[in-house]
């Protein structure tokens, strides 16, 4: 199925802000942690406690940055969440675009490849996760996106990390992911 330009639009922000996202360089198992709730007029999200919050007044975004592991740790995970109105001819189950999202991810990076694609239910809402890998500044990374779509809203729940990290942090990212909610 053709991508419309919004929803093409929607997956390049997205996938650029995963890109700018942050990457631990540790292999030390991540510890329990408590969540505390991110509310917005559009959705809510639980994060970790001693992650902060980075909005972006410009286009709604939301990023979530850990605090440093160590003195090495150059970069740290992020989770960042998005959303943007879609047009009508967009608004099919996000299954419906899965090729289209694969396709124009792949152009833009290339040399990404898709590990795992699921279909999810996250609080009655059909989801779409798409696991990816690929290098970015020499370093082989994991991206994993979970895209969900509401009536006239598209979102996307993006994580970054260095490929070995991310089962390290894959409770973290199903309980975040786990809690978001569409308000509107």
Request: aromatic fraction near 8%.
């Amino acid at each position: 199925m053709k991508l419309s330009r919004h929803l093409r639009i929607w997956i390049q922000c997205c996938f650029v802000v995963s890109l700018l996202l942050g990457c631990s360089q540790t292999n030390e198992a991540v510890k329990a942690t408590e969540f505390k709730e991110y509310k917005n007029n559009k959705f809510s999200i639980s994060y970790p406690l001693d992650w902060a919050v980075v909005e972006n007044p410009k286009d709604g975004s939301v990023a979530f940055k850990s605090t440093k592991e160590s003195d090495e740790d150059l970069h740290t995970e992020n989770i960042m969440v998005m959303s943007t109105t879609l047009p009508d001819e967009a608004r099919s189950p996000m299954e419906n675009y899965k090729n289209g999202i694969i396709e124009k991810m792949k152009k833009q990076s290339p040399g990404l490849e898709v590990q795992n694609t699921s279909n999810l239910t996250i609080n009655e809402v059909s989801a779409l996760e798409i696991l990816f890998k690929g290098k970015r500044d020499n370093v082989n990374i994991a991206y994993r996106l979970t895209f969900l779509v509401k009536g006239k809203t598209g979102y996307v729940i993006g994580f970054a990390c260095q490929d070995g990290d991310l089962n390290k942090y894959a409770s973290t990212i199903d309980k975040v992911t786990n809690s978001f909610k569409i308000l509107e």
